[in-house]
């Protein structure tokens, strides 16, 4: 067995090049920001949820402070490149390759527990333990007839820890001498030397994980988007905005829903000095009520503004009329600590239950009244609710070409009522009686994009 040793001596040349660490920040802070796009859909969907809010809180704050640490390691990362360019250059590598053959035949043999490369792949654990111990490869090329050759290498960060391995260690090459039934006697042979030139692909690692983090933040970026356009679409439907035809107060959504034990709504508005309904449905087990007040402990607002207390499965209406605008309070009175809220009276607001001067209630009825505006080629609403009997829909044509809006038994059925067809600037009424039941309305010039469903209750 030979052992050779070859070096080149000192580096004179350009000093080590210091490449920044991979960084896990990009990773912590693209799963942070999926939490925080997660909760913030839940938070939107359902505001009264007691968890939503405060996890909101925290996947934003686990955020920020992920990006600070991110900003902080960065840093850290360029001021060791500085003071690693202005070091002396860096002591060479060692590698030692051991070079040997196996006996033809004995390839596969020595590939299973007990061969001599299952050996040497297991020695890799007990190597890492050692100073200066950076790296080990194992190549081998089988032959089909004749030995095959094997090439073992060890990488070192110093003489020194390649040194003392060879003196104190049981080495990889008394591993070898303990298979001569595998080995080729006489084709051992070992080289130290130093490693003049390092081409690891550490610039294209670090290349493909910034490419990698990139591309989730990307992916992020577009779930934050989406999140956000889903609540503020929520947040739009449920404003209660003036409709196209515009002169006619908006609209509240009038009916509250109480469970064991909260409201789905914790603030409720409403104009000063307006007739308002408000309908209480107990999706409960228990009983619950509702009751508008000046002020938490007060007084009850006004004449009908103090509801029954109903069983679950029951619904109650309250009419009363609103004082000036102002702050109150509205609570139920069997669960005043949990199923509380505000009840905001400003001007502008939109009017729950039936709109002032005549309008629709919530969902567009009242009194079989219902109002619809045209465009080209839309209506303003694809739903709309009435009570039973005579149904009353006035449309207007807020567009440029002719409409009309008529009233079939369903999709393609049979006409229950024609509407006139009528220029733009122009109204006309649509009537039909209803029995309960689901109808479909259409203008007859645009069938197929000016359509909806009409729920009669």
């Known amino acids: 067995m030979d052992q050779q040793s070859s070096s080149h001596g000192d580096h004179g040349g350009e000093p080590a090049?210091?490449?920044?660490?991979?960084?896990?920040?990009?990773?912590?802070?693209?799963?942070a920001s999926?939490?925080?796009?997660?909760?913030?859909?839940?938070w939107s969907r359902d505001r009264n949820n007691e968890i939503a809010g405060p996890l909101l809180g925290a996947t934003l704050l686990l955020t920020l402070i992920a990006g600070l640490g991110w900003a902080y390691e960065d840093g850290r990362m360029k001021r060791k490149a500085e003071e690693g360019a202005a070091e002396k250059p860096r002591e060479a590598r060692f590698t030692q390759v051991l070079t040997f053959a196996i006996s033809e035949g004995r390839m596969d043999g020595a590939r299973l527990s007990g061969g001599i490369l299952d050996a040497l792949e297991r020695s890799d654990s007990a190597l890492r333990d050692l100073p200066g111990f950076q790296d080990l490869r194992i190549i081998a090329a089988p032959a089909a007839v004749g030995p095959s050759q094997v090439l073992v290498e060890t990488t070192w960060s110093n003489r020194e820890g390649l040194a003392?391995?060879?003196?104190?260690?049981?080495?990889?090459?008394?591993?070898?001498?303990?298979?001569?039934?595998?080995?080729?006697?006489?084709?051992?042979?070992?080289?130290?030397?130093?490693?003049?030139?390092?081409?690891?692909?550490?610039?294209?690692?670090?290349?493909?994980?910034?490419?990698?983090?990139?591309?989730?933040s990307l992916l992020v970026f577009g779930f934050m988007v989406g999140a956000g356009l889903n609540l503020f679409a929520n947040e739009s439907a449920a404003s209660g905005e003036a409709p196209a035809n515009g002169g006619t107060p908006p609209v509240a959504n009038n009916v509250i829903t109480a469970t064991d034990n909260k409201f789905d709504k914790t603030t409720l508005e409403a104009p000063p000095n307006t007739k308002v309904t408000y309908e209480l449905k107990n999706a409960g087990k228990v009983k619950h009520n509702i009751h508008f007040m000046d002020k938490a402990g007060g007084k009850t607002l006004a004449d009908g503004a103090e509801g029954k207390i109903i069983d679950g499965g029951a619904t109650d209406t309250l009419n009363f009329t609103t004082p000036a605008a102002g702050s109150y309070y509205f609570q139920c009175d069997l669960h005043p600590d949990t199923m509380k809220g505000a009840f905001v009276v400003k001007e502008g607001a939109p009017v729950p239950g039936a709109a002032a001067a005549g309008g629709a209630p919530a969902g567009g009825a009242s009194a079989g009244g219902l109002a619809v505006v045209g465009t080209d080629n839309a209506f303003d609403k694809t739903k709309l609710e009435a009570a039973a009997g005579e149904v009353s829909i006035d449309f207007k044509n807020n567009g440029k070409l002719k409409h009309n809006l008529s009233v079939l038994d369903k999709k393609a059925g049979k006409?229950?009522?024609?509407?006139?067809?009528?220029?733009?600037?122009?109204?006309?009424?649509?009537?039909?009686?209803?029995?309960?039941?689901?109808?479909?309305?259409?203008?007859?010039?645009?069938?197929?994009?000016?359509?909806g469903t009409i729920t009669v209750k």
């Not at 999926?34 to 839940?42: D, E, I, K």
């Not at 051992?188 to 030397?193: A, E, G, P, Y």
């Not at 024609?418 to 109808?439: C, H, L, R, V």
């Open 17 to 31: 090049v210091h490449l920044p660490d991979p960084s896990v920040w990009p990773f912590i802070i693209g799963a």
């Open 34 to 42: 999926f939490a925080v796009g997660l909760a913030l859909v839940w």
């Open 164 to 216: 003392t391995y060879e003196e104190t260690r049981r080495t990889l090459l008394d591993m070898v001498s303990t298979h001569p039934d595998e080995v080729v006697p006489g084709s051992v042979q070992v080289f130290d030397m130093e490693v003049v030139r390092d081409t690891k692909p550490l610039g294209f690692q670090l290349s493909l994980g910034a490419a990698a983090a990139l591309l989730g």
């Open 415 to 451: 006409s229950l009522a024609e509407g006139k067809i009528i220029d733009g600037g122009q109204t006309a009424t649509t009537k039909f009686p209803a029995a309960a039941g689901s109808y479909y309305f259409q203008c007859d010039l645009h069938p197929d994009q000016m359509n």
